[in-house]
């Protein structure tokens, strides 16, 4: 290939190609004589003056010091080098080569200042990679000494954070975030890394407490106190907590009435029991949770403000699971492991499954995750989980009410109910025995075992 063989138009069309590039071009032949180059390469010099001149010459001329084109011919490779150290010249020269023989060299000149922004752009971010992964690695150290908690996102780590300082400080804490996203999992973190972790952690479901049995389960009762009440008397939560920490869960769920009376409590760190002459005088960190905002219930009449004050000392707010999806996959890493030990199983999600859940809004948060997995897991015929199958379990079986009714009694029961359903299903859609047992992946023992156990027996099977 010989360029000064080109046509004109050709010539012309190079020429317009290499001055839309920024950088310097710069066309040599296979001899080292100039052919081409742009307004870039050209800088100061007269085009005409190097157009057609060898670099051997120019280099004697002294208008080039040297030249990456000559030796780029002579190694037959390309070379890269800084030009000159005042301006930051990063060349390269590629040789074209055809027969064994170069052809022609292509040499381009970068200004390297825009290159140093982004590398110096580069080096920040790796440091603050390097900075987040240290606190990663940290938290992980002082959290998991006994907790299992995924916080793979930003705003988890946040949460974890202060969740560490709340620990350290023996603060108040209001933990606010919608059901399911881990309220209860960050108030045993408090705990776990407090100097209370010796004592007891009692956790009170505020929402599951009748009215009339608040006060005597939180502040306990003197013997006698009444009719009913066990001889001996009994010790409130409050009490039972003693030295360590009170987890009030729901609290926003907790009668007007009441709130007065534990107003009392946290102002004065003593209770009275019901029938009692004392006050107990009670050394407790109480950590509150809500997953409705306390502050407009306040606003709403619905909850006291004053309470809200003194509880809302030290704030932590989780967001939705569909706020940071980084968590979502470590999450069902997390329980796939822990189930499939539980149930002896080698399950696994594909990539596709991944994505679908990864792309779900996920209104029950991490509880509605650990379910669904659970029951995936459960239901999934093969040991590679698809797609189809989380699709189908995600939107088709499930409906609002049956998620609540799963919520009720032990975990037992939850997957006795779960089992029952997914077989019911099954047996709507498969007719016959055989597709049955394979469909559920049961033996016909263990199916009619089951059949009977949760009374589907149609008459006409
Ligand atoms: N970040 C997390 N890492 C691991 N498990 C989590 C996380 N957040 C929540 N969970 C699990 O999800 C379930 C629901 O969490 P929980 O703390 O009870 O939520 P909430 O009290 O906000 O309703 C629990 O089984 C909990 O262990
Ligand atoms: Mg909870």
């Keep these: 290939m010989n360029f000064n063989e080109f046509s004109k138009e050709t010539k012309a069309c190079i020429r317009a190609i290499i001055e839309c590039i920024d950088d310097g071009i710069f066309i040599t032949d296979g001899e080292g004589t100039v052919v081409e180059l742009n307004q870039t390469a ?10 057609g001149k060898n670099m051997r ?5 002294g208008i080039y010091r040297d030249s990456l084109s ?7 490779q390309k070379v890269t080098r800084f030009q000159n150290e005042e301006t930051e010249i990063l060349t390269t020269a590629i040789p074209y080569i055809e027969d064994g023989k170069v052809q022609l060299v292509v040499c381009c000149e970068r200004e390297m200042q825009e290159l140093e922004i982004m590398k110096e752009q580069i080096r920040n971010s790796e440091k603050k990679l390097e900075d987040y992964r240290r606190e990663l690695e940290y938290l992980r150290s002082v959290v ?3 907790v299992d908690v995924v916080m793979e996102s930003d705003e988890m780590q946040h949460v974890v954070n202060l969740a560490l300082t709340a620990a350290q400080y023996g603060s108040r804490v209001l933990i ?9 999992i960050i108030a045993k973190i408090i705990y776990k890394n407090s100097s209370r972790r010796n004592a007891p952690f009692i956790a009170v479901n505020c929402s599951a407490i009748p009215e009339s049995l608040l006060e005597s389960e939180l502040f306990g009762y003197e013997r006698g106190a009444f009719t009913g009440a066990s001889e001996k008397g009994k010790k409130g939560y409050f009490e039972l907590a003693n030295r360590g920490v009170l987890f009030l869960d729901e609290i926003g769920d907790m009668p007007l009435n009441f709130q007065a009376k534990l107003l009392r409590v946290l102002q004065e760190n003593e209770v009275m029991r019901i029938g009692g002459k004392e006050m107990i005088p009670i050394d ?5 949770a809500s997953n409705k905002s306390l502050a407009d219930k306040a606003a709403a009449g619905e909850f006291r403000s004053d309470l809200f004050y003194r509880l809302n000392t030290f704030p932590i707010l989780i967001p939705p699971l569909r706020a940071r999806k980084r968590d979502i996959v470590p999450l069902i890493y997390m329980f796939v492991q822990s189930f499939n030990n539980k149930y002896e199983t080698k399950k696994m999600f594909s990539l596709s499954s991944l994505n679908v859940l990864q792309r779900y809004e996920w209104p029950g948060n991490v509880r509605e995750l650990e379910n669904l997995v659970e029951r995936i897991i459960l239901t999934s015929k093969e040991d590679i989980i698809t797609d189809e199958h989380v699709k189908q379990m995600l939107f088709f079986p499930q409906r609002e009410e049956e998620d ?17 359903r997914v077989i019911k299903k099954y047996m709507e859609r498969y007719k016959s025995p055989s597709e049955l047992e394979q469909a559920l992946g ?15 027996r149609e008459d006409t099977r």
């Design 176 to 184: 606010q975030g919608e059901t399911g996203v881990g309220k209860e």
């Design 70 to 76: 000559l030796q780029s011919i002579k190694e037959k």
């Design 144 to 146: 998991a000494k006994d």
């Design 404 to 420: 609540v009714s799963l919520m009720e009694g032990t975990l037992k029961d939850a997957i006795e109910k779960t089992e029952k």
């Design 42 to 51: 050209l800088g100061a010099q007269q085009r005409e003056h190097i157009l």
């Design 57 to 61: 010459e120019l280099i004697e001329e």
């Design 284 to 288: 407790v960190q109480v950590i509150a």
């Design 442 to 456: 049961l033996s016909r023992a263990t199916l009619n075992r089951k059949i009977l156990k949760y009374g589907l």
